[in-house]
């Protein structure tokens, strides 16, 4: 009899730990919303250009009900944007994680022949009879790229090349291109390097219709991410929803993936 009382002592501790843990989730989850929100009411708020900018490039913590929130404001133009960026751009991107010159070269030819509207092959690039002859049909799609993961199909990316790059790839920068300081850390050594290409300076001028990301995370006691989230937001001139989510997602694999990926010595992904 003993042994079936704590056989059932051991079944509901097990139990009760699921169902704390998963009351720890949902409480996250709301902690980390409620800290997105107001870090797009606050953006909202700036009175000017300058005060914009501010917010947009700062972060700080944010207390949702007993919950501290690090939370922290990036351009999306911080990035390189898939559909935009031209070949000199992505050369240099693509040599600063890893790639080979002439890799890199053929790569950024193959990506602008995804994008373009013509089956002209570009130097070292790919169209229609080249993915063929490696058994892709219908590709490339001679349109712009609709989400970053499609990378991993343009001919010749390597995994380990495509989860380097991943997190600092976007499709949200409207045009847009963010101070040299504000970029991301690879593609600001990228674009400094004797060889990099350049990105000019918009930022002082950011629009109101730029798209940002927020970043939330709840770390535990020795300081390390529990819970991590990033949304990416639009302003608009709207009065009913003046805030537009583009894309959400866990913080955490793809920048673990990246840092694994990425040569040694680079600044890391994260701040």
């Given at each position: 009899m003993s042994l079936i009382a704590a056989g059932v002592m051991a079944i509901v501790r097990?139990?009760?730990?699921?169902?704390?843990r998963e009351a720890e989730r949902l409480?996250?989850?709301?902690?980390?919303?409620?800290?997105?929100?107001?870090?797009?009411?606050?953006?909202?708020?700036?009175?000017?250009?300058?005060?914009?900018?501010?917010?947009?490039?700062s972060g700080t913590d944010i207390i949702v009900g007993s919950v501290t929130v690090r939370t922290?404001?990036?351009?999306e133009s911080a990035k390189l944007d898939l559909n935009?960026?031209?070949?000199?751009?992505?050369?240099?991107?693509l040599r600063a994680a890893g790639a080979g010159d002439g890799q890199a070269k053929a790569?950024?030819?193959?990506?602008?022949?995804?994008?373009?509207?013509?089956?002209?092959v570009r130097n070292g690039g790919a169209e229609r009879e080249q993915y063929a002859a490696q058994g892709h049909q219908d590709m490339?799609?001679?349109?712009?790229?609709?989400?970053?993961?499609?990378?991993?199909?343009v001919t010749g990316m390597p995994p380990q090349l495509y989860a380097c790059l991943r997190p600092y790839l976007t499709l949200y920068t409207d045009g847009l291109r963010a101070d040299a300081a504000d970029l991301m850390p690879m593609l600001r050594e990228a674009f400094q390097s004797p060889t990099g290409a350049t990105m000019g300076s918009v930022s002082a001028a950011l629009p109101r219709r730029a798209a940002l990301a927020?970043?939330?995370?709840?770390?535990?006691?020795?300081g390390t991410d529990r819970y991590a989230r990033q949304w990416i937001i639009r302003l608009t001139d709207r009065r009913v929803r003046p805030i537009e989510i583009l894309d959400r997602r866990d913080l955490g694999p793809i920048e673990t993936a990246a840092e694994a990926a990425c040569p040694p010595g680079l600044s890391p992904v994260r701040p």
């Open positions: 097990q139990d009760l730990l699921v169902v704390r409480a996250a989850d709301g902690a980390m919303e409620g800290a997105m929100w107001t870090a797009a009411s606050r953006l909202l708020e700036a009175t000017d250009q300058a005060a914009l900018v501010q917010v947009a490039t922290r404001v990036r351009l935009l960026a031209d070949e000199e751009q992505f050369t240099a991107v790569l950024a030819a193959a990506i602008a022949d995804w994008r373009d509207p013509d089956d002209e490339p799609p001679n349109r712009p790229f609709l989400d970053v993961s499609e990378l991993q199909a927020i970043e939330t995370r709840i770390a535990d006691g020795d």
